[in-house]
C-alpha cells in the first residue's frame, strides 16, 4: 500500500501526473509531463503548474500513468523543482487518511502540513532575509535584479518578479535564492525562536596548576583587588558546582561586571556563551545525563516496553512531578539504539522549552525542534534534515506530524489530555494525538500517551484493554502533593474577611510566601480587565459589531476588545442607550487581579501572563526568565500557568474562582475542570517543598472540587462516564459536528433546517439541531449547528461520513445553498 511501482520511463512516451494543489477542490487535477520532464518527474516532488486562467502553483505529484483525463484536456507542467522528493510516501497516505477521517480536502491536509517556502504560489509575497548580509558580487544577473527590486520594493508577489524577469516561471530561480538565505517569504516571517543564553565563565586551565595560582594573588590583591575577590570568589563556587554564570560570580564576589571583563582580557578567564533553559536551573542540567529511576519509575518502564510487544498504544498515568520525562528518555535510548526515530509532542512549545533543552542536552545534534516560532528557513531546515534522516529525535507542536520521517519507532505525546492537540480552524481539523496514533501505525511504531489528567477517551481504551496501561503514583524524589485548601467566597463576603477578590486564607499565603522569598501563582482563566461593561439605569451592555458577544474592557488599552474578531472600540462614559452616567464594569479578569494586587502588596514584583501581555517579541521569555530569576513575587496567568511550568520557589497557587470553570454548559466541563484545577495544582513544590494550592469558590461542597482535592482521578472518571453513557456521548458515541454560516440570519435558519432534514432522512434520530451555538455570530457570519451522534458498535463510521459528504455535495448543488460555507468537525471536542 505504502509502495509505489516505478514507472518505466522512455524519451517519447506520454505520461500523466496527478498532482495535489495547496488548495480547498474536492478533486486532484492532472496534467501531462512534457517529455523532457519524463526522466525527471517522480512522486513526492514538487511541479510548477497553472491553475485557472493565469495563476501559478506549487504542487505535489500524488500519482504518474499514462492514462489522460477524460473529462478535461491536461495542460503540461511547467517545471519541476526538485531532484529527490521533498514528501514520502509515507506522508502522502497519512495526508489522504487525514483528508478522509476529518472530512477535508487533500490541499488542505497539504497547506497545513508543508511550510510555506516548499508552497510557492503567484500571489505568495518575497522579502529580502534582514539577517543575512548579501555578497552582490556572488549573484546571477536575475538574482541581482530581484534584490535591486526589492531594496525599492520591500515586498514583492512572485508574479511582480515574473513581470520583472520577462519570463513566466521563476519559482526555480526563487527557490535557489531562498536555499542561499536571500530572501524570506513574507508571511511566514514569524518571530525567530532565539534561546536563551548565559554567559559561563571557565579559569583559563594554565590556572590549574596550584603554584601559577599561588603567584597570581599577590599581584592581584596589590593592584586589582577587586579582580583578586572575583577570582577568590571563583574558586570557591566551583568547589560546590561544575558551572558558573557570570552574573552568579558578579553576585558572590560584589566586584561588578568590569573586574569580570578584565580579567577575561588578562585570559584569567575565559567567558564561554551557552544556550540555557528559560524554565529550571542551571544545576539541575549536570545531573541529568548521570539520573536513575526510581524502584516505581523501573517497574513502569518495564511494564511499558512489556505492554508494547502486544499493544500499539499505551497510556502513562502518573501524578504531576512523578518523572515521566526520564520514562521518555529511557525510551527514546532505546529507540536510537535500534536506529528509529522518535516525534515528541508536546502541547505548546513556548511553555515546555525546559524539556527541549534537558532532550537537547541529553541528546545533542540528534535531536531537532519543530515549531510556529521557527521562520519559514529554519521549518524547511528541519524537513530536510528529517528526511535525510540527520534528526534521530523530533520535537514539536501537533504540526510536527506532517513532518517526513522515515522510519517512526516511537511518538510520545506527553500531556494528552490537552485541547491544544485539537486544531479548530482551518481545515483539517484533526487532534495530534489521534492522528499520531495512525501515523505511528504506517510505521510499524509504538505510542505512548502521558499524562496526570488522562482524557477519558485514552483512560476508557485502557481500561477495556485496546492500550496498555502504566501507573506513577508518586511524585519523583519523594516530594509530597501540594496541600490543597478550599475557601467559600460566600462565607468570607459574609464575615466581611475578604479583601478585593482575595480571602483571608489566600492573602495570608501570599503574605507568608513572600515573607519566606518564595514564589506564587494565581490563575484566573479570563483575561482583560472586566468582563461586561453594564449600565446601572437600563442594563445596556456594549457588544461586538461582527460578533454576539459582549465587549471585555482592558485597563491598559482604555479600550472594549472583542476577544473573538479582534474588534475595539473607546470605552465609553456616557450610556449610549439611556444617557446615564451610571456605568460599572461586572466580574474580573487577570488585569484587574493584577491591578488590585498591586494595591494591596505595594511591596510586590507583580507580573501578568496573559495573551495580551505575551504578544509582543520575546515578552513570553521575558516573563519566564524573570520568574526563574526571581524577579518575580507573584505571577497573575490564564491557562497559560497551568502548562509546562517548572520553578523550585513556587510553594503557593491561588485559584481565584474556581466557578468560571465548573459552571459551563459542555458535557467535558467536569472533566476539564478536574484537569485544569490538577495542573494548575501540580505547579506548586515541585522540587523538595511540599506546596499548597487555595480554591476560591462560591460552592466549595462541589463534587469536582472535593474530587481535586482528594486526588480522585477514579472517582470522577466513574461518575462522568456513567452520565456520557447515558446521553450518548464519547467515547461510547463518535460526534460529528455540522457548523453552517451565513451573513443573513434568516437564509441560515432555512438552509439549516433543510440539511437537518434531508441527513435526518439517512441517520433519523442521530441527528440533533439546528440549533445556535453558545456564539451564534463571528465576524459577521450567523452560526447554526447540527449534531450527529454515531453508535461506535452500530453504523459504519466510513459509510457514515460517505453518506454525510453526499447529502453536503447535493446541499451545496441547491440554490438554497447560495452564500452559505458548511464545515464538518469530526470528534469536535
Known amino acids: 500500500m505504502l509502495e509505489f511501482a516505478e514507472i518505466e520511463h522512455t524519451d517519447r512516451k506520454t505520461l500523466f501526473a496527478e498532482v495535489i494543489l495547496p488548495l480547498s477542490i474536492s478533486k486532484n487535477y492532472t496534467y501531462r509531463v512534457p517529455f523532457e520532464l519524463n526522466d525527471a518527474i517522480a512522486i513526492g516532488k514538487r511541479v510548477v503548474v497553472q491553475f485557472g486562467k493565469s495563476k501559478l502553483y506549487t504542487a505535489i505529484v500524488k500519482e504518474i500513468s ?13 517545471d519541476i523543482l526538485d531532484d529527490r522528493p521533498v514528501v514520502t510516501p509515507h506522508q502522502l497516505y497519512f495526508w489522504q487518511w487525514v483528508a478522509d477521517y476529518y472530512m477535508c480536502n487533500i490541499g488542505e491536509v497539504m497547506n497545513a502540513a508543508l511550510p510555506a517556502a516548499l508552497k510557492l504560489a503567484s500571489e505568495t509575497k518575497i522579502v529580502l532575509n534582514t539577517e543575512f548580509e548579501i555578497d552582490r558580487t556572488t549573484l546571477h544577473d536575475k538574482e541581482y535584479l530581484i534584490v535591486e527590486a526589492l531594496d525599492i520594493q520591500p515586498e514583492l508577489t512572485i508574479s511582480d518578479i515574473a513581470k520583472l524577469l520577462g519570463q ?17 517569504i513574507s508571511e ?3 518571530e525567530r525562536y532565539k534561546p536563551r543564553k548565559r554567559t559561563f565563565i571557565v579559569l583559563n586551565p594554565v590556572y590549574n596548576n596550584p603554584d601559577n595560582l599561588r603567584e597570581l594573588f599577590p599581584i592581584l590583591e596589590k593592584r586589582a583587588p577587586k579582580q583578586a575577590d572575583a577570582l577568590l570568589a571563583f574558586i570557591k563556587l566551583s568547589r560546590h558546582q561544575k558551572t558558573i554564570t557570570k552574573n552568579q560570580l558578579v553576585e558572590e564576589s560584589g566586584a561588578g561586571e568590569s573586574s569580570i571583563k578584565s580579567l577575561i582580557e588578562k585570559e584569567i578567564f575565559f567567558a564561554e556563551e551557552k544556550n540555557v533553559s528559560r524554565l529550571h536551573f542551571e544545576e539541575d542540567l549536570d545531573s541529568i545525563n548521570n539520573f536513575e529511576l526510581s524502584e516505581q519509575q523501573a517497574e513502569v518502564l518495564q511494564s511499558i516496553n512489556e505492554q508494547f510487544k502486544e499493544k500499539d498504544v499505551t497510556l502513562l498515568h502518573g501524578v504531576t512531578s512523578s518523572g515521566k520525562t526520564q520514562i521518555y528518555i529511557r525510551l527514546i535510548e532505546e529507540m536510537m539504539r535500534n536506529d528509529r526515530q522518535v516525534l515528541y509532542l508536546l502541547p505548546e512549545i513556548a511553555l515546555t522549552t525546559h524539556i527541549i533543552e534537558r532532550l537537547r542536552i541529553y541528546f545533542g545534534a540528534d535531536i531537532g525542534v519543530y515549531h510556529s516560532r521557527f521562520n519559514d528557513n529554519e521549518r524547511v531546515e528541519v524537513w530536510q534534515k528529517v ?27 506527553d500531556e494528552e489530555h490537552e485541547t491544544s492537540y485539537k486544531q479548530f480552524d482551518p481545515a483539517p481539523r484533526y487532534n495530534a494525538r489521534d492522528a499520531a496514533i495512525f501515523l505511528a501505525n504506517t510505521h510499524q511504531g509504538k505510542v505512548l500517551l502521558g499524562s496526570a489528567t488522562p482524557s477519558f477517551e485514552s483512560y476508557h481504551n485502557a481500561r477495556t484493554h485496546k492500550y496498555g496501561f502504566a501507573e506513577l503514583t508518586e511524585r519523583y524524589g519523594g516530594v509530597q502533593l501540594p496541600d490543597v485548601e478550599v475557601v467559600s467566597i460566600s462565607l468570607e463576603t459574609k464575615q466581611k474577611t475578604i479583601q478585593s477578590h482575595f480571602t483571608s486564607v489566600l492573602m495570608d499565603g501570599i503574605k507568608l510566601a513572600l515573607e519566606n522569598k518564595e514564589q506564587v501563582i494565581l490563575f484566573q482563566n479570563r483575561r482583560g480587565y472586566a468582563p461586561v461593561l453594564m449600565c446601572k439605569i437600563c442594563a445596556y451592555t456594549p457588544k461586538c459589531i461582527n460578533c454576539d458577544v459582549s465587549l471585555t474592557y482592558h485597563k491598559s488599552s482604555g479600550k472594549l476588545h472583542c476577544h473573538y474578531c479582534g474588534y475595539r472600540e ?3 462614559s456616557i450610556c449610549p442607550a439611556c444617557g446615564s452616567t451610571h456605568l460599572e464594569y461586572k466580574g474580573f479578569g487577570t488585569e484587574k487581579i493584577e491591578d488590585e494586587l498591586s494595591l494591596l502588596l505595594p511591596e510586590a514584583r507583580i507580573t501578568r501572563m496573559d495573551l495580551d501581555t505575551t504578544r509582543s517579541r520575546n515578552s513570553l521569555q521575558t516573563i519566564l526568565n524573570n520568574l526563574e530569576e526571581k524577579k518575580i513575587d507573584i505571577l497573575v496567568g490564564t491557562q497559560m500557568v497551568a502548562k509546562g511550568l517548572d520553578f523550585s520557589d513556587v510553594t503557593l497557587i491561588g485559584i481565584i474562582n474556581a466557578d468560571s470553570l465548573l459552571k459551563f454548559p459542555d458535557y467535558r466541563a467536569n472533566e476539564r475542570s478536574f484537569q485544569m484545577l490538577a495542573q494548575v495544582s501540580g505547579r506548586a513544590g515541585r522540587r523538595g517543598k511540599q506546596g499548597k494550592v487555595v480554591i476560591q ?3 466549595p461542597n462541589h463534587r469536582v472540587i472535593k474530587q481535586v482535592i482528594a486526588n480522585d482521578y477514579n472517582d470522577l472518571y466513574a461518575i462522568e462516564m456513567a452520565e456520557r453513557k447515558s446521553f450518548k456521548y464519547p467515547p461510547f458515541y ?11 440570519p434568516e437564509v441560515l435558519y432555512n438552509q439549516a433546517v433543510y440539511l437537518a432534514n434531508e441527513l435526518r432522512k439517512h441517520f433519523g434520530e442521530r441527528v440533533i439541531g439546528p440549533e445556535a451555538p453558545l456564539i451564534s455570530r463571528i465576524r459577521n457570519y450567523y452560526i447554526k449547528s447540527i449534531m450527529l451522534k454515531f453508535e461506535k458498535d452500530g453504523i459504519s463510521i466510513v459509510k457514515a461520513k460517505a453518506i454525510l459528504k453526499e447529502v453536503i455535495v447535493q446541499f451545496q448543488t441547491t440554490k438554497l445553498s447560495k452564500g452559505s460555507i458548511v464545515q464538518p468537525d469530526v470528534d469536535p471536542y
Open 734 to 744: 463518535r460526534i460529528i459536528n455540522l457548523d453552517i454560516k451565513h451573513k443573513h
Open 697 to 699: 469558590t462560591y460552592d
Open 168 to 184: 513566466k516561471t521563476v519559482m526555480p530561480i526563487l527557490k535557489l535564492m531562498f536555499e542561499k538565505n536571500i530572501i524570506h
Open 188 to 190: 511566514e516571517v514569524s
Open 570 to 572: 473607546d470605552s465609553p
Open 387 to 413: 528526511l535525510n534522516n540527520d534528526y534521530k529525535v523530533i520535537l514539536g507542536a501537533r504540526s510536527s506530524v506532517f513532518l517526513p520521517f522515515n522510519d517512526l519507532g516511537l511518538i510520545i505525546v
Open 66 to 78: 499514462a492514462l489522460a483525463p477524460e473529462k478535461y484536456e491536461a495542460k503540461y507542467i511547467i
